[in-house]
């Protein structure tokens, strides 16, 4: 095993590294841009170096400051986290070849999967089943006209390097082809640097649902059961689970087989995820690999017993998986949501600022992985993600019990709006409770003021946020900004605490 580990990244994520490095009685090294100097990843770690000013470009996404951070701090070994490099090749090998360990899956096979073309070739080949589209990469109009004429409107055009909803979008007929080739096109030129697109057949309502993988230097590859993650924004995850309510266990036996088969496909190694999107007969086919530890990656630890990052770090030092697929087990359920700071009833766009009180949610089943603390700042520089709280419950409805309970007792106010009342009201909802939803379900089912909806939880998670920014006011003896997206105080805090125990009543 290694004896230093420099995580490459910040948030929560970095945090969630370092807790993991103490487990294995490693030292950490965080790495922190100008805007992040006081940030809890830089408190947490052993060490913390700069790496530049503020914007990402300039900081977290130098390689020569990052491995320069490394050598002078002597890490042996480099973690990406999710985001930045984690899905980099050319930084991969770059620690390689500085002599340190890159925790995480060989170059080669980031560089197979980070290119949707081909992947889907690669996966086809190898048995995975892919959605009808088109085989290669497109260039023109004229050429999705003729793939659209093959397989059948409506299609999604993607963009070969895009990745976490971004360069997507549907046609539903050849009235709109041309704008949006032309719309995916730029966009993938923008934000990815390569303008190569390809065309799926869309799969009407589907579940998005993925296998978590685990594969070691030794050959042995493992799955670590599905997550749900079906409930999206603009094909952005907001809640996740494990099990899914949609897959049965003859399902979940053949996907988890496929996925495998599919890391096996590219000689993977360290911890991967195989996404899916099954349609409503449970077919399912091969949307992506995700190269890296997921977000949602408490989910699966919360219900399996094992720690995703920890093993990472023993694969990466050359160590066997600690089990077989046969010792792999599913425990109880778990659920998690974004805590973001973003505003619901504006578009959701972000919505950070400077935390003034904080009070996270605690308790029997509770787990909440944050990047932050009371009088920290979410900066607006980098993804306003506050925390991810997780809930474990025996069964479903055990777990959003506990989740709606933690939603209630999550207390955060300042400068910031977060998406905590949407939670509130996704984990109300009569078709989340029934388990029956898919990708569309935000859109199809979500207004901008269905939060405002008064129910027991969130009525007294308001006035206690209430009280809490009144007596903030009273103890600072000014007049600043209260919990934006949570109204303004006019009264007393006794008035407030008056509110808040009729409410308990």
């Not at 995580?7 to 590294?17: L, Q």
């Not at 594969?215 to 494990?242: L, M, P, W, Y």
């Not at 977060?418 to 029956?436: D, K, S, Y």
Request: glycine share 8%; net charge neutral; with cysteine.
């Amino acid at each position: 095993m290694f004896k230093r580990v420099l995580i490459a990244n910040r948030g929560e994520i970095a945090v969630r590294i370092i807790r993991a490095c103490r487990d294995l009685g490693l030292e950490s090294v965080a790495v922190y841009s100008e805007a992040d100097r006081a940030a809890l990843h830089v408190r947490e770690a052993d060490q913390a170096v700069l790496v530049g000013p503020a914007p990402a470009a300039e900081s977290y996404l130098k390689i020569d400051r990052i491995l320069d951070a490394a050598q002078r701090t002597g890490a042996d070994a480099i973690h990406p986290g999710y985001g930045f490099f984690s899905e980099n090749a050319r930084f991969a090998r770059a620690v390689e070849k500085a002599g340190i360990v890159w925790i995480g899956p060989p170059p080669e096979a980031i560089e197979k999967m980070g290119d949707k073309v081909e992947a889907r070739k690669l996966m086809a080949a190898a048995g995975v089943p892919v959605v009808p589209g088109s085989p290669e990469t497109l260039e023109t109009e004229a050429e999705v006209r003729a793939i659209a004429k093959k397989i059948g409107f409506p299609i999604m055009i993607k963009a070969a390097a895009g990745g976490g909803g971004k360069g997507m979008r549907l046609v539903e007929g050849d009235r709109d082809l041309a704008s949006v080739v032309r719309t995916v096109s730029s966009e993938a030129k923008s934000s990815f640097g390569d303008g190569r697109f390809y065309v799926e057949k869309f799969v009407g309502n589907p579940r998005h649902i993925e296998m978590q993988v685990l594969a070691d230097q030794k050959g042995n590859t493992v799955h670590v059961f599905e997550r749900e993650c079906s409930i999206q924004r603009r094909n952005q995850k907001v809640v996740e689970e494990s099990p899914s309510p949609f897959v049965t266990p003859a399902m979940r036996t053949r996907m988890g087989e496929v996925a495998v088969q599919a890391a096996k496909a590219v000689n993977y190694r360290s911890a991967g995820t195989i996404e899916f999107l099954a349609d409503a007969d449970r077919n399912f086919y091969f949307l992506e690999m995700n190269t890296r530890i997921q977000v949602e990656h408490p989910v699966t630890e919360m219900v399996t017993g094992i720690d995703l990052v920890r093993t990472q770090m023993e694969i990466a030092a050359g160590k066997p998986l600690p089990f077989k697929q046969s010792e792999i087990t599913q425990r109880g359920w778990a659920i998690e949501c974004r805590i973001y700071a973003e505003d619901p009833a504006a578009g959701f766009v972000p919505a950070p600022g400077k935390i003034e009180t904080l009070r996270f949610p605690d308790g029997p089943g509770i787990r909440n992985d944050a990047g932050v603390y009371a009088g920290a700042e979410v900066p607006i520089f980098y993804d306003p993600m506050i925390s991810k709280l997780a809930a474990w419950g025996a069964d479903r409805a055990q777990a959003i019990d506990r989740m709606r309970r933690a939603l209630g007792e999550f207390v955060i106010t300042g400068e910031l709006t977060t998406n905590l009342a949407f939670h509130r009201w996704i984990v109300n909802h009569p078709q989340f409770l029934a388990g029956n939803f898919d990708t569309s379900f935000i859109s199809r089912e979500y207004h901008p003021d269905a939060d405002a909806v008064p129910d027991a939880d969130s009525a007294r998670t308001a006035a206690m946020l209430l009280a809490a920014v009144a007596l903030q006011r009273n103890t600072n003896h000014a007049q600043g900004p209260a919990a934006a997206g949570h109204g303004r105080d006019r009264g007393s805090a006794w008035r407030t605490f008056g509110r808040l125990e009729m409410l308990r009543r």
